[in-house]
């Protein structure tokens, strides 16, 4: 069975560009998260999905970030425009309706904003 | 408030076992996992405790006291691949969400 599956692994941008994540959860998983690690720190949701509906994202800064899953698959997660603090790893992680309490992440992408 | 507070670091030998403690204050509980995160990977399930006592898996074990607040990770006949970050993770109420702490790096030596 494939993996959460991510792109792309790095990105480096400079401050004030656009920036778009991808993931591609485990066929059938139909919760799918988006988290934010910072350096030294644990993930920090900042959205998560069941099916294409976004039912948590009180966590996501609404005035630059924007997230997407059209037909309950694959997601995209975009910043406009990226700010110096946004440099991190974004995971993305999924869980199927059977096991919810097992998550299983992507390997991520690590976001250098200069 | 959500709180969940586990040492920074950690140093162990080869062959030698080792206990990760971690607290936690949350609003509401519904279960406590671990995950183990080596450095630049994504984090893997370890375990999930979800009612007190000890959860056994190989050489890894975790328990849980929800009265205290308080679970542990045991590892066992260390090896030198153990060394990682090992993060504790708390799913509060009824949400699918879980709230992780800042994560222990444990560093395994000869």
């Known amino acids: 069975e494939a993996g959460v599956v991510q792109s792309p692994r790095y990105k480096i941008i400079e401050k004030k560009q656009p920036v778009a994540f991808w993931c591609n959860p485990i066929?059938?998983?139909?919760?799918l998260y988006w988290y934010r690690q910072n350096l030294g720190q644990g993930p920090e949701l900042l959205i998560r999905y069941e099916n294409e509906e976004a039912v948590d994202d009180s966590q996501l800064p609404k005035d630059r970030f924007s997230a997407e899953r059209l037909k309950g698959v694959d997601s995209t997660l975009k910043i406009q425009p990226a700010e110096l603090g946004d440099s991190a790893v974004y995971l993305c992680a999924s869980s199927s309706r059977q096991r919810q309490e097992t998550q299983y992440f992507g390997p991520g992408t690590r976001l250098l904003v200069l | 408030g959500q709180n969940i507070d586990q040492p920074t670091e950690m140093t162990a030998t080869e062959g030698a076992i080792v206990q990760i403690n971690c607290t936690y204050q949350t609003s509401g509980f519904n279960g406590l996992f671990w995950y183990q995160q080596h450095a630049g990977e994504a984090p893997t399930f370890l375990s999930y405790n979800v009612l007190d006592g000890l959860e056994e898996k190989g050489r890894f074990s975790s328990f849980l006291s929800r009265s205290k607040g308080y679970s542990y990770l045991l590892l066992k006949e260390l090896q030198m691949k153990d060394s990682a970050s090992y993060l504790c993770a708390v799913r509060p109420g009824g949400y699918n969400k879980l709230i992780f702490g800042a994560g222990t790096r444990l560093a395994v030596h000869p």
């Open positions: 066929s059938g998983h139909n919760t």
